[in-house]
T-cell receptor
């Protein structure tokens, strides 16, 4: 079944450690996104990519980095995790930058 | 800037009751509007969408009409079921390169039998 795959499903991480959240899509969508979901705050955009080879900053980019080496993959890296990065992270993709997005199942990250 | 405001929950209803979840937006030009649903432990799923003024999106008994004059996109369902219990997000997408979906904070719906 076509869609978006995120890994891991959940993770407990020690503060200060480096972590990469993986995201792969098989829909050949041009645009991909990373959101974090926090209670009472909804979904906030971390980084986005409108096409392979390009990335941009969203609303809350600090402490995160992304790369888009090819169409299918869009990994999110936390260089040095902090407790405030405890959240549920969703990867999404869309055919173009202003069409509906399809979401992965999420990664629940706890930084202790 | 562009933004979405939706009514705060939780919304608690009995089965077969009428549902309205209000959503208003701020945007220049003509954004596309969406409702997404998130069931417990899952990612977001597109529920319905409208891409221009006066369009009505509909799916699974839910409806929403794009009202340019009131900058609104309220979600309605005539008769809710227990299985509709979820978090509902209103979102907009602006027709500008480099933008992504902008979400409201979500409204939790709880339906009891």
């Amino acid at each position: 079944i076509a869609g978006i795959t995120q890994a891991p499903t959940s993770q407990i991480l020690a503060a200060g450690r480096r972590m990469t959240l993986r995201c792969t899509q098989d829909m050949r969508h041009n645009a991909m996104y990373w959101y974090r979901q926090d209670l009472g705050l909804g979904l906030r955009l971390i980084h986005y990519s409108n096409t392979a080879g390009t990335t941009g900053k969203g609303e809350v980019p600090d402490g995160y980095s992304v790369s888009r080496a090819n169409t299918d993959d869009f990994p999110l890296t936390l260089a040095s995790a902090v407790p405030s990065q405890t959240s549920v992270y969703f990867c999404a993709s869309s055919a173009t930058a202003n069409t509906e997005a399809f979401f992965g199942q999420g990664t629940r990250l706890t930084v202790v | 800037g562009n933004s979405v405001t939706q009514m705060e929950g939780p919304v608690t209803l009995s089965e077969e009751a009428f549902l309205t979840i209000n959503c208003t937006y701020t945007a220049t030009g003509y954004p596309s509007l969406f409702w997404y649903v998130q069931y417990p432990g899952e990612g977001l799923q597109l529920l319905l969408k409208a891409t221009k003024a006066d369009d009505k999106g509909s799916n699974k008994g839910f409806e929403a009409t794009y009202r340019k004059e009131t900058t609104s996109f309220h979600l309605e369902k005539g008769s809710v079921q227990v299985s509709d219990s979820a978090v509902y997000f209103c979102a907009l997408s602006h027709n500008q390169a480099g933008t992504a979906l902008i979400f409201g904070k979500g409204t939790t719906l709880s339906v009891s039998s």
